[in-house]
């Protein structure tokens, strides 16, 4: 009954920031970098080539993308949903395992029998 809220929207729309392996520097193209004339709201990928590091001076092939600022809990999110048989304990899961092989081979010998 209701759309979406904005902020989900926003968020997706946001450019990406970009982290510095070398040292950890996030570069927020909201905020931009000052240091080299950066306006705010530059997307990483619209820095000039000879962009580096203001922090340390890594070239801009050292960032990795690390997706929109609101992105990672949501991120997070999912991985916990999608995975969610993950936290099962090991025993848990092996008896998963076992009683789902164990019914499998029991409907299979049934449809065996019955044939
Ligand atoms: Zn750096």
Redesign the pocket.
């Known amino acids: 009954m209701s759309d979406r809220p904005k902020e989900l929207t926003l968020a997706e729309q946001a450019p990406a920031n970009y982290e510095?392996r070398?040292?950890g520097?996030v570069y927020d193209p909201a905020k931009g970098d000052s240091k080299s004339n950066i306006e705010p709201g530059t997307p990483f990928e619209e820095l000039p080539q000879l962009w580096k590091?203001p922090?340390?001076?890594?070239r801009r092939s050292q960032f990795v993308n690390i997706g929109a600022k609101d992105a990672p809990s949501g991120f997070q999110e999912n991985l916990t949903f999608g995975l969610g048989v993950n936290r099962l304990t090991p025993g848990q899961k092996n008896l998963l395992i076992f009683g789902a092989l164990a019914l499998g081979f029991l409907f299979f010998m049934s449809l065996y029998t019955l044939s």
């Open positions: 510095c070398a040292c520097y590091c922090v340390c001076g890594v």
